[in-house]
């Protein structure tokens, strides 16, 4: 699920206040994993 969040999120479809709190943690990595880091606001 987290991969598909993090599509999501790189095809402009979800943003991250979209992701649920308890899989932030997965979809987090799985977007560092996909060199698309930019795309998690600092917190």
């Not at 699920?1 to 599509?7: I, L």
């Not at 790189?10 to 990595?29: C, F, L, N, S, Y």
Request: aromatic share 6%; hydrophobic share 45%; proline share 7%.
């Amino acid at each position: 699920m987290a991969m598909v969040y993090a599509a999501l999120i790189i095809k402009g479809k979800k943003t991250w206040a979209q992701v649920p709190d308890r899989i932030k943690p997965e979809v987090r990595q799985a977007l560092i994993d996909l060199d698309c880091e930019y795309l998690i606001p600092q917190e």
